[in-house]
């Protein structure tokens, strides 16, 4: 069965601190992975996705994410947070199918020191 | 151009009763994915419904229904509620690109039940 682990829970930074999200997924086949945000009070935003080509993927906001399919890793970076980063942050992956559901990891909640 | 809309915002429900939430996909759009989030978790998949029909089902008992219409738009119900039922549930709606897809999110309902 699919699913998603993401490393930290809750992970405190000041600013301009660099960050690194860990995830890791097992699934056997090709996947789709994703990275998404949700700011307080505020729905679920895409941040970056990676479906082929390049494994650095760059988002909106500054963020970025590395493919290693050796390691079954998609980390999401970012060399200098702000306050307004301050969020929960998921990891997810989907089958190379587009009938397959995402599996999302169970978030991690990232709060920057002003 | 609207994104995906759900309704209501909040809705709160005793145990043993039934509700509906309704989603309106984004335009274009012809495949909804209902998910939950309970608190402090990532969303777990639901169903997912295409050309009015369920797709593909998670690891939700038969309380758990849904709809398609004509238009795309999407409905779930939930039977003899419980209070492990309480969640933000949050719909998704994709179109399919090429090899992969990607789904777009509502705003949530949040479904409290007592």
């Known amino acids: 069965a699919q699913s998603v682990s993401q490393h930290n829970h809750h992970v405190i930074l000041s600013e301009a601190a660099s960050l690194e999200l860990g995830c890791n997924y097992s699934?056997?086949?090709?996947?789709?992975l994703f990275w998404y945000v949700q700011y307080p009070g505020q729905h679920l935003q895409l941040l970056l996705k990676?479906?082929?080509?390049?494994?650095l993927v760059k988002g909106i906001k500054g963020f970025e994410a590395e493919f290693i399919k050796s390691k079954f890793s998609f980390n999401l970076r970012k060399p200098s947070v702000q306050w307004s980063d301050t969020a929960e942050y998921f990891c997810?992956?989907?089958?190379?199918?587009?009938?397959?559901?995402?599996?999302f990891g169970k978030g991690t909640r990232l709060h920057i020191l002003p | 151009d609207a994104g995906v809309t759900q309704s209501p915002t909040h809705l709160i429900k005793t145990r043993g009763q039934q509700v509906t939430l309704r989603c309106s996909p984004k335009?274009?759009?012809?495949?909804v994915s209902w998910y939950q989030q309970a608190l402090g978790q990532g969303p777990q998949f639901i169903f997912q419904?295409?050309?009015?029909?369920?797709?593909q089902r998670g690891n939700f008992p038969d309380r758990f229904s849904g709809h398609q219409f004509p238009n795309y738009s999407s409905e779930l119900n939930v039977n003899a509620l419980l209070l492990g039922d309480s969640a933000l549930y949050l719909c998704?709606?994709?179109?399919?690109?090429?090899?992969?897809?990607?789904?777009?999110f509502g705003p949530g309902t949040r479904l409290t039940v007592t």
């Open positions: 998704a709606s994709s179109l399919w690109q090429g090899s992969a897809y990607e789904q777009y």
């Open positions: 990676y479906f082929s080509g390049d494994p």
């Open positions: 419904y295409y050309e009015e029909e369920e797709r």
């Open positions: 699934y056997g086949g090709t996947v789709n």
């Open positions: 335009s274009g759009h012809d495949t």
């Open positions: 997810a992956v989907n089958a190379r199918n587009r009938d397959d559901k995402i599996i």
